[in-house]
């Protein structure tokens, strides 16, 4: 992972929970620290989707994709992109954009967020959990190819590591169960979602962010979040 290639390493801690133990915060209750966690910073990669050639292939504005069977059939509405669904284009109506926004056009980006483990070795269980980000605004045509290059990866983020049982033991003085286990990688992810969401990234989520595209034209950009798929939190 290179740092020239927008690639940050860092680390993430959880407080560790115990049944009956009281403490008069979370604050107090012991950490645990996990590592090697790497990550892009998600405004700068939609910064870089927008200057990149594959801009011209977005689809800016949503719109109602309507089949007309002929015959003196009613002309039905087809569903089949982000771009042409209700929610995408309920999304675009109730957006404001802000005052000092120049004019501009304003474009809003469905994020599109999908989870799932990549094994490290072919022998062996080291495993690292990605978050891929995609655009709603490409065809899933686009995406569905291979070597589109869409399915941008987000975070390489690791598992639990095993010897959480042996720290978690030390300080409560009984195994952590299945159930808090199950809970801890929960708050890994909430953790890791937290360094996620930058200031700057709430800030455009907020108000928006003027970006000069690859078409040479500036836009006013909306990021949302429009689907995050995981996997079962137990794994």
């Given amino acids: ?60 504005k949503g719109f109602q994709e309507m089949w007309d069977p002929g015959d003196g059939h009613l002309a039905e509405q087809v569903y089949g992109e982000v771009y042409t669904s ?8 109730e957006l404001h954009p802000e005052p000092d926004c120049d004019g501009l056009e304003t474009v809003v980006v469905s994020c ?10 072919s022998f062996g269980t080291a495993a690292l959990w990605l978050i891929y980000l995609l655009f709603g605004l490409l065809s899933k045509c686009v995406h569905a190819q291979p070597t589109s290059g869409t399915a941008h990866h987000l975070v390489y983020m690791p598992s639990l590591p095993g010897y959480i049982r042996d720290v978690y033991k030390q300080y409560f003085n009984k195994p952590a169960s299945l159930g808090i286990l199950t ?5 890994l992810i ?6 996620l969401l930058t200031a ?30 995981a996997d079962y939190p137990e794994k």
């Fill in 200 to 229: 700057e990234f709430l800030k455009a989520y907020t108000y928006g962010i003027v970006i000069l595209c690859v078409d040479n034209i500036q836009w006013y950009i909306y990021p949302r979040f429009f689907l995050y798929s």
């Fill in 190 to 195: 909430h953790a890791i979602w937290k360094k």
């Fill in 86 to 93: 209700e929610k995408y284009l309920e999304i675009e109506d």
């Fill in 112 to 121: 599109m967020y999908y989870s799932d483990s990549t094994h490290l070795t």
């Fill in 183 to 187: 809970f801890l990688k929960q708050e």
């Fill in 1 to 60: 992972f290179l740092l020239s290639s927008g690639w940050h390493e860092t680390s993430v801690t959880i407080r560790l929970p115990q049944t009956g133990v009281e403490h008069v915060s979370e604050d107090e209750a012991p950490e645990f620290e996990v590592t090697g966690f790497y990550h892009h910073n998600i405004l700068n990669m939609i910064v870089s989707a927008f200057q990149n050639i594959s801009f011209l292939d977005y689809h800016l």
